[in-house]
């Protein structure tokens, strides 16, 4: 190990064990959930609850950052028979940003040979679902959603209003490829990610949530970057979106998915346009796809693509109070308003879903017109590409590609409900996957607040995954704390849902933890919470024996 | 001033400027709003907001704590010829928790005779609404929820989904009297408290919140109390709640009030329980009628009285997960229990009555049967205690005393609005006032943002007040930096709420700080915030120079 390694945050979570189970069709694979014990006078089971924050949680586990996760997947890719593995494209020194060699990142010591779909062949789940197979991702996100739950075992609380949602008491690998199958769901899972622990996104699954990290030109290091990931999954991101804008892209972003469990996300237009200086209007389709092969080959298992923009939309934003605010939609809005030319996004989507299919990288379609202000929300602009974006779907189905659909962004309480519902509608129940939304404007360093009420509200509606937002939103880049108070305010947003939805494994913890604050044990208070250090330490300010805590 | 003068937090907030309004059928009284002035360059009228701080906020106001705030409404109490000036109540050692002299937190300063109705009069606002009169509280009330709007002057944004609620473009003293006459609005507003700038709360009000103080057994002092007072009302805490359960109760309340510009409310039963050293059984209707008589002498403007909870009841809670988790519910149901006897609350009812018209202390009736968890919402046990608070306020409407009624708790998203359309039916339409509720049990540490959740959805289908709940909450008791979070979640909360009604006046403070945003008038966004010190500390530290401030 040499001096750059990082150092993460490792170790179990308090009165926590990590336990694996295996599957049935596949007894390999190692399906990885949190037990939570209690005092034994309670006289109760452990509680089961999800878990993504990988090995690193588990002491058993060593964990070696220069090294990388054990690349398990791999054989399933390798058993399909699809694949081949090839050199892959060299890297360039456009892709860390054209830095001299004293300043670069060094390269993530382990180099892999890329793995992609033989000529012809689809790899994606979607298309193995579609064929019928059940994949061992399939096994793998059946057992996980079922948190340990057995078919008919238990009495099953299933209290709420689900609207369109259809969760089955006990979640079965054939069920779960029916979800793929019919788009309802998707598992990202790029066949260059090996280290991955499959999980699915959909309006029938748990909800999920994704915390963005990323460097910027003027700050962070890859060291503080993978320690933002494993930090965000510690306490429940479920996907890790690495959204860096600076130098040394290419190598900070080989570290983090060499070592993520979960699936990484990007938006591929910020990198392409660190290969063009910066300058929108000099990007071209050729630095875009050479882009996507570049992170398809190094494991991203999602793509943020903001093809549902289209020249002809622009004009719809010119009466809003702010314009356009997404990043990926201002880009593309600068390119098509210089050369007044289609979004070569749009004109080129086939070739970019032939490029996905053979490696598996799912679509995030992106709202590159998403409102920025509540004035904004749900206006022509919006609903103009929301449809654009149901016509992609179906493109991007025909190739075999697993697709969801971004949303947005800042959307008063009663205008909520409807983005769900027009997204179902126009996008063929693809999963939705929001940025909060924020229901005010006025309270800057409090919008993973203003933005946690309506994910909360989202998700209950359908929302399949809930994209966090932090205090520093609209303010700054968020640090390690912010990282931290954004994925346990969206865990409750994602948690108020399920429990509103009335999934069958949600209200289990609920009732332990409230069972915990009724017979004044503490600690089990602590433990069964999102956050048992914050809990903890809260306690200890006003009654600091350890008396007061095992009352 | 000796030693023990308390220093509270003064001075305006950023580029803000307070404005008194001046009434048409009272010219003499003074509404205070708040004036944010944005940059020159942005060509905009500043912005006025609700301004709930009182004179600490301005400058021009001199503060003397040990003499308190100046004492304008007595003059209209006089002025209605029917109340009288009498010596009240003498102090009791028991008052303060028998405490020995060097231990008591001196009295405050300037003692002042109390008034009371004359014998057969009613003074309260519900008695003047239905008369016809229009007090100057209503009018008061009227300039102020219209925010510097005038009739006619200006397009209004009534895009929303208002439920039941019919708020008028323009509020008129009039349309208050006939909110105050029919019951959906209260002005709490004790005859003994002319410190007050009155407020309302109604569905078709602006969404209020409340902020809890009190001291412990164990901790803070009346300076501390002070200052958390006057902290709360800085940020927006429309009402503040006394919840101390220690000594120097009466000295402490004493000194709160005197300073308070905002309504006082109180849980006598916590009082009346330290005089009988904390022993729930030892509790006589008599010590409980003298506390009520010794606090409205005082000047709280409203108490919380669990008269609903009855006998009969108490078994609908035993399959419960969490009990009775309301404190005065507990105290009640052990006294109940303990002599097997009806509620002294509710059947001495009549007479609690009788003594709130003569001073018009509002009621606030308690759910003492308030789930304490999920599992517990909307039981039989919470519906069943609703409907007697149905009925009892029948019985205070008929004696002329002003009633809300207080609501959970720990509800689901999907079961929060049928709270809201029972406690309407049941109760008459009186205004509800809820604590939270909390969408889940499972983040003690962040429970002011699982309540956030449900109590801006509460509001949006018509609570009329928002009691707030802070970081600490199950945890300790909050400290000045939790009551500040406390306030600006619940501040997000009752604006996010008032934009999904269609607030005619809610939206125009989100579109200024939008327009603001996106033309990087940065100072311009902060100083329209809700709290503008964070904002600015967040953004300083990402992009520290002044020059990004300002482009």
């Given at each position: 190990m040499?001096?750059?390694t990082?150092?993460?945050?490792?170790?179990?979570?308090?009165a926590?064990?990590k336990i694996h189970l295996?599957?049935?069709?596949?007894?390999?694979?190692r399906v990885p959930?949190?037990e939570v014990?209690?005092h034994p006078?309670?006289g109760?089971p452990p509680v089961?609850v999800y878990?993504?924050s990988g090995p690193?949680t588990?002491p058993?586990a060593?964990?070696?950052i220069?090294?990388?996760l054990?690349r398990?997947?791999t054989?399933w890719a390798?058993?399909r028979?699809?694949?081949?593995?090839?050199?892959?494209?060299?890297?360039?020194?456009e892709?860390n940003?054209?830095?001299?060699?004293d300043?670069?990142?060094p390269a993530?010591?382990?180099?892999?040979r890329?793995?992609r779909?033989?000529?012809?062949?689809?790899?994606?789940q979607?298309?193995?679902?579609?064929?019928?197979?059940?994949t061992?991702?399939?096994?793998?996100?059946?057992?996980r959603?079922n948190?340990g739950r057995?078919?008919?075992?238990?009495?099953l609380?299933?209290d709420?209003?689900?609207?369109e949602?259809?969760i089955?008491d006990?979640?079965?690998?054939?069920?779960?490829?029916?979800?793929?199958?019919?788009?309802?769901?998707i598992?990202?899972?790029?066949?260059?990610?090996?280290?991955?622990?499959p999980m699915?996104i959909?309006r029938n699954?748990?909800t999920k949530?994704?915390?963005?990290i990323?460097?910027?030109?003027?700050?962070s290091?890859?060291?503080?970057?993978v320690?933002?990931?494993?930090w965000?999954?510690r306490?429940?991101a479920?996907t890790v979106?690495?959204?860096?804008?600076g130098?040394?892209?290419?190598?900070?972003?080989d570290w983090?998915?060499r070592n993520a469990?979960?699936?990484i996300g990007t938006?591929?237009?910020y990198q392409?346009?660190?290969?063009?200086d910066?300058?929108?209007?000099n990007?071209?389709f050729?630095?875009?796809?050479d882009?996507?092969?570049e992170?398809?080959?190094?494991?991203?298992?999602y793509?943020?693509?903001?093809?549902?923009?289209?020249?002809?939309?622009?004009p719809?934003?010119?009466?809003?109070?702010?314009?356009i605010?997404?990043?990926?939609?201002s880009?593309?809005?600068?390119?098509c308003l210089?050369?007044h030319r289609?979004?070569f996004?749009y004109?080129h989507?086939?070739?970019?879903?032939?490029i996905?299919?053979?490696?598996?990288?799912?679509?995030?379609l992106?709202?590159g017109?998403r409102?920025g202000?509540?004035a904004d929300a749900?206006d022509a602009?919006?609903?103009a590409e929301?449809?654009?974006?149901?016509?992609l779907?179906?493109?991007a189905?025909a190739?075999d590609?697993q697709?969801m659909?971004e949303?947005?962004?800042?959307?008063?309480?009663?205008?909520?409900?409807v983005?769900?519902?027009?997204?179902?509608?126009?996008?063929?129940?693809?999963?939705f996957?929001?940025?909060?939304p924020?229901v005010?404007?006025?309270?800057p360093?409090?919008?993973h607040?203003?933005?946690?009420?309506g994910?909360?509200m989202?998700?209950?509606?359908?929302?399949?995954?809930?994209?966090?937002v932090?205090?520093?939103e609209?303010l700054?880049?968020?640090d390690?704390?912010?990282?931290k108070?954004?994925?346990?305010t969206y865990?409750?947003?994602a948690?108020a849902a399920d429990?509103a939805k009335?999934?069958p494994?949600?209200q289990v913890?609920d009732?332990a933890?409230s069972?915990?604050r009724f017979?004044?044990?503490?600690e089990d208070?602590f433990?069964?919470?999102l956050d048992?250090?914050?809990?903890?330490?809260?306690?200890?300010e006003t009654?600091?024996k350890?008396?007061?805590?095992?009352?």
């Amino acid at each position: 190990m040499n001096a750059i390694t990082p150092t993460v945050t490792a170790g179990p979570l308090q009165a926590s064990r990590k336990i694996h189970l295996a599957g049935t069709a596949y007894p390999e694979i190692r399906v990885p959930l949190r037990e939570v014990s209690v005092h034994p006078t309670a006289g109760e089971p452990p509680v089961t609850v999800y878990d993504a924050s990988g090995p690193y949680t588990d002491p058993a586990a060593g964990i070696d950052i220069a090294n990388g996760l054990a690349r398990h997947r791999t054989a399933w890719a390798l058993d399909r028979g699809d694949v081949e593995a090839y050199d892959g494209r060299p890297v360039k020194p456009e892709d860390n940003g054209n830095l001299p060699a004293d300043k670069i990142t060094p390269a993530f010591p382990v180099a892999h040979r890329p793995l992609r779909a033989k000529a012809g062949r689809a790899v994606t789940q979607l298309a193995y679902a579609r064929a019928g197979i059940v994949t061992p991702e399939m096994e793998f996100v059946a057992i996980r959603e079922n948190l340990g739950r057995m078919a008919g075992t238990q009495a099953l609380l299933r209290d709420g209003e689900p609207f369109e949602a259809e969760i089955p008491d006990h979640i079965t690998a054939e069920w779960v490829r029916e979800e793929v199958a019919s788009g309802r769901a998707i598992i990202p899972a790029n066949i260059n990610h090996p280290e991955l622990e499959p999980m699915a996104i959909g309006r029938n699954f748990l909800t999920k949530i994704n915390a963005n990290i990323g460097n910027s030109a003027v700050t962070s290091s890859m060291a503080e970057e993978v320690e933002k990931m494993v930090w965000a999954i510690r306490w429940g991101a479920d996907t890790v979106m690495d959204l860096s804008t600076g130098r040394n892209i290419h190598n900070i972003r080989d570290w983090i998915i060499r070592n993520a469990p979960v699936p990484i996300g990007t938006v591929p237009l910020y990198q392409a346009l660190e290969k063009v200086d910066g300058i929108a209007e000099n990007l071209t389709f050729d630095v875009y796809r050479d882009t996507l092969i570049e992170q398809a080959e190094q494991g991203v298992d999602y793509f943020t693509i903001h093809a549902g923009l289209r020249l002809h939309h622009i004009p719809l934003t010119v009466d809003r109070v702010t314009g356009i605010v997404s990043r990926g939609g201002s880009i593309m809005a600068k390119w098509c308003l210089h050369h007044h030319r289609e979004s070569f996004l749009y004109e080129h989507f086939e070739e970019i879903c032939d490029i996905c299919r053979a490696y598996d990288v799912s679509f995030s379609l992106g709202d590159g017109l998403r409102p920025g202000s509540i004035a904004d929300a749900n206006d022509a602009a919006q609903f103009a590409e929301l449809e654009t974006l149901g016509e992609l779907t179906k493109i991007a189905r025909a190739r075999d590609c697993q697709v969801m659909i971004e949303g947005p962004g800042h959307v008063p309480m009663h205008k909520i409900k409807v983005n769900v519902e027009k997204q179902q509608k126009l996008c063929g129940d693809a999963p939705f996957y929001t940025l909060g939304p924020l229901v005010t404007d006025i309270a800057p360093g409090y919008d993973h607040i203003t933005s946690g009420i309506g994910a909360a509200m989202i998700g209950w509606f359908g929302t399949a995954m809930l994209c966090y937002v932090t205090p520093k939103e609209h303010l700054g880049l968020p640090d390690r704390d912010d990282v931290k108070t954004g994925v346990i305010t969206y865990k409750i947003a994602a948690h108020a849902a399920d429990l509103a939805k009335g999934h069958p494994a949600a209200q289990v913890r609920d009732d332990a933890l409230s069972r915990a604050r009724f017979e004044f044990r503490w600690e089990d208070q602590f433990n069964l919470s999102l956050d048992p250090d914050t809990a903890r330490l809260f306690h200890d300010e006003t009654l600091p024996k350890e008396a007061h805590k095992t009352a």
